[in-house]
């Protein structure tokens, strides 16, 4: 238990001295010390969203002046700051139900921290007092926008159909919720359908994902928790093919963990006619979760979970996307690109905690880092969907961020629209009608000069909801909350019309030459 907290407290001095993002360190704490990573990440998040109220907290009761002697020994035990050390206990004292720190009480850290308990609790409320916080949670400084968004579940339509899950879940105990019934957000034992995406997204309050986690519904791959936004690029890119029987050969080039690649694959075992997918992933770790996750959700191809019908089922591959040879995979119709990017759309990220404390020639150099490294993501985005482009059979593409920056979607975007590959092939972006037009915040018409019709036929997502007029309006508003998110689809031109089209392009151009030639 001793160790739990001093690796909980090294996580919130490496998080804080820009050593690496909460997630990763918690991974190496945890690949080292064996303690659970999932709960040493949960005890340095909540701290660290709690840090600002703690640390007034304990500067009132006077603990690390009091307790400075043993709580800075047992710190540096592993090289951690006290002030960490001691947060992380205060953060169990206050705000865990059963008093975890109790299990500890013979560490001599906890029971000094122990020995302020009254002190710190009347502190504690008078801090709410003072700020007029009723709810404890109000005394955090994390993302406001994430207690927005739901916890969206997918069905897994592989493996159930909507309706026998919701008469699962009301035979549990969870009510569903009408839209506008008791307000715009599920509350905590219902949960709502969302009117998008025909009846598979429903949206659950976000207290409920520990549970929704350990429920054999999740466990059995009949749910998968997946972000509203994240299901979009699958359900734009076969849309238009849902009720054909033409045979499909569906790409997901970069596909680990395996969210967006188990949605295609339901979608594609509702259809008739032949349908496969194969999924590219060149990280060998992110590759085993992919296998995991796919082989839960019933669509790996050869597992005994994948049996009961063949229709989309995935073939997964290790293998970087940019390095697959296109002649082989000369049978590809659809495609989902959904590359590595900032992710800076993540709601409930605790990178900010740390930034505010930076200084400010450290945040010049962020800012300059940033926009290196936004335009380094942009030139490999971009070479992704050139090279995309050039699959022979290839007939629509989606191409996704959770980024919320410009430089990743429309400028990426709208630069892949004006290369060689592009006008040669006569690829375009489909318009807003087969891109989910019930959406109803589009692409920045800032960023895409006159053309009113390529920002619509782009999908923007605001990190923790876009509260547009019409959602307000019509009683949806949390139900359309989401991380932030990217979609747009590029589709091609018939041949015929692209090889017409190349044809006036060249003319016009020949035209041009001679008219500044005479002038010159
Ligand atoms: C944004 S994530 C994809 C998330 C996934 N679509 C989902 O919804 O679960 C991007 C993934 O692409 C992988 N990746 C990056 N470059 C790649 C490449 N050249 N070939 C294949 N995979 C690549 C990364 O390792 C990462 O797992």
């Given amino acids: 238990m001793s160790n739990f907290y001093l690796e909980a407290a090294s996580i919130i001095d490496d998080v804080e001295g820009r050593r690496g993002s909460l997630k990763s360190l918690a991974a190496l704490r945890s690949a080292k010390s064996g303690i659970d990573a999932k709960r040493l990440l949960a005890l340095a998040a909540n701290t660290l969203s709690y840090k600002r109220a703690l640390t007034v907290v304990l500067d009132k009761a006077g603990v690390l002046r009091e307790e400075a002697k043993t709580l800075t020994a047992a710190a540096r035990q592993s090289n951690a700051s006290a002030l960490s050390l001691t947060l992380v206990l205060v953060h169990d004292l206050l705000f865990t139900s059963r008093g975890r720190i109790a299990a500890s009480m013979s560490w001599p850290p906890s029971a000094a921290v122990t020995r302020h308990a009254a002190r710190l609790k009347a502190e504690l409320v008078k801090l709410q007092i003072k700020e007029g ?59 709502m359908v969302s009117p998008h995406l025909g009846g598979c997204m429903l949206a659950f309050h976000p207290s409920q994902t520990s549970n929704l986690v350990e429920h054999h519904l999740y466990r059995d791959g009949k749910i998968v928790l997946q972000d509203l936004a994240s299901c979009f690029p699958a359900e734009i890119l076969l849309c238009e093919e849902a009720k054909t029987v033409a045979d499909l050969h569906v790409v997901d080039a970069t596909a680990a963990p395996g969210n967006k690649t188990s949605h295609l694959s339901a979608l594609l075992a509702k259809r008739k006619g032949l349908s496969r997918i194969t999924a590219f992933e060149k990280s060998a770790k992110r590759f085993a979760t992919l296998c995991a996750q796919l082989d839960r959700a019933g669509a790996l191809s050869g597992s005994s979970r994948c049996q009961h019908t063949a229709r989309g089922a995935v073939t997964a591959v290790r293998s970087d996307f940019m390095e697959v040879n296109r002649e082989e995979l000369a049978d590809v119709t659809h495609m989902l690109l959904d590359p590595s990017c900032s992710g800076s759309g993540i709601v409930g990220r605790l990178d900010h905690l740390s930034s505010k404390t930076a200084l400010l020639d450290e945040r010049e150099t962020e800012e300059e880092e940033q926009s290196e490294r936004l335009a380094h993501l942009a030139t490999f985005q971009l070479a992704m ?103 747009t689809c590029f589709v091609r031109e018939s041949e015929n019309k692209s090889r017409e089209k190349n044809r006036k392009r060249k003319a016009r151009a020949k035209v041009m030459k001679a008219i500044k030639r005479q002038k010159a």
Avoid at 138 to 167: F, H, M, Q, S, Y
Avoid at 406 to 420: D, F, G, W
Avoid at 461 to 483: F, I, K, R, V, Y
Wanted: proline share 4%.
């Fill in 133 to 191: 916080k009723v709810a404890i949670k109000e005394l955090r400084t994390g993302d406001k926008r994430a207690d927005r968004i739901p916890r969206w579940v997918r069905v897994n339509e592989r493996l159930v159909r909507p309706d026998e899950l919701l008469e699962a879940l009301q035979a549990q105990g969870w009510t569903r919720q009408e839209e506008g019934q008791h307000g715009l957000a599920p509350k905590r034992k219902s949960f």
């Fill in 385 to 487: 969907i050139e090279f995309a482009m050039g699959f022979p059979s290839l007939r629509r593409f989606c191409y996704s961020t959770c980024s919320t920056h410009v430089q990743e979607n429309e400028e990426v975007v709208l630069k892949a629209l004006k290369t060689t590959v592009a006008q040669s092939r006569g690829w375009k972006l489909a318009g807003k009608s087969s891109v989910l037009p019930s959406w109803p915040t589009r692409g920045l018409g800032s960023e895409c000069g006159s053309e009113q019709g390529l920002a619509d036929a782009m999908i923007r997502c605001d990190p923790g909801g876009s509260m547009s007029d019409e959602a307000t309006t019509n009683g949806h508003a949390q139900l359309e909350a989401t991380n932030g998110f990217f979609v």
